[in-house]
């Protein structure tokens, strides 16, 4: 459902990557998680997901 979501607001040009998916679901399960990725990688996707669902 996630990526139908990110999909269709993005025209198709944004695909999740597996820990922006997993990063979600963990904070949809409203529980802490921490996210080490560099710079452009996409950490804010991760935010975003759980506020769109």
Excluded: W
């Amino acid at each position: 459902r996630a990526c139908l979501i990110v999909l269709l607001l993005t025209d198709g040009c944004v695909i999740p990557h597996i820990f922006q998916l997993e990063a979600s679901l963990t904070m949809l399960h409203q529980c802490d998680c921490v996210i080490i990725a560099g710079t452009g990688s996409g950490k804010t996707l991760c935010l975003l997901i759980p506020i769109l669902l």
